[in-house]
């Protein structure tokens, strides 16, 4: 469905219609740690394996696994003691981790490095007794992972408009940190708030936004500006998809929506239009991109162009608890 260039996206004004595909997109290096691990958990220890919240935000990718024999729940007070839970890949505090030892649960870790990497500031962070500021969405599960890494030293700050009522002990004493799925410009934006208050703000060791975050903003923005309308594939609670959407928005697209699957694209949105560029969030399959490609070569769009802004070879080992019981069973 797609003819991969490699280029910078040029339009052809020879063809009334034109599909670009932003590259990369969909399945960052921790989502496909996290998916692979709760079907290797299915392998290995069979029916039913119980996962924390939503392995990774995608409802596909949850539909897929619970039909294989895995169990989601809101909180580990469902899960039956001695059986196994997986974390997802947004992260836990500890006290998840407390509460599942109390309980007899065996776990498997499935917090994205990426995250991993952020829980760690945040205990660094605080054993130097510095006040916090966690930049994010308040409810989102990853900001409450990290925020429970060091509830007493952490206040979330949402958006440049909650600077004014920060309240620190010591202005001199005072780091910042992000949820990993944000915005990037709107990061900045707030980072920038914050030090015009606290000019000794303290930064985080290397950017906590992730890598996969920033390249898919990135390879959006490539596609946007001539865009009549863009389709960002992934769930509504999928932090980096509306991200997405937005980023688009900013970067010139005429409209931009957020779809599920092909299924839920509105044909009227295609009237008049002759550029269309697709993308989707980090926790999203590939196959419902190729769905909303075939959507639109059903209605006489050409085969999409991907444009290239960046190259991505990174692979997330799985969770050692999880290689140790692999290799257990295969000496078996």
Known sequence: MSTDLGLPPVLDPETAKNVLLAAPRGYCAGVDRAV????????LYGSPVYVRKQIVHNKHVVANLESRGAIFVEELDEVPEGQTVVFSAHGVSPAVHAQAAERGLKTIDATCPLVTKVHHEARRFASDDYDILLIG???????????GEAPEHIQLVESPADVAGIEVRDPARVAWLSQTTLSVDETLETVAAIRERFPLLLD?????????????????????????????VGSRNSSNSVRLVEVALESGAQASYLVDDHTEIDEAWLEGVSTVSVTSGASVPEDLVEGVLAFLSERGFPDARAVHSAEESLIFALPPELRRDLRAAQKA
């Open 204 to 232: 985080p060791p290397s950017d906590d936004i992730c890598y996969a975050t920033q390249n898919r903003q990135l390879a959006i923005k490539e596609i946007s500006s001539d865009a009549d309308l863009v389709i960002v």
């Open 137 to 147: 969405h308040a409810g989102h599960e990853e900001v409450e992972g990290t925020a």
């Open 36 to 43: 692979i691990t709760v079907e290797k958990a299915l392998d």
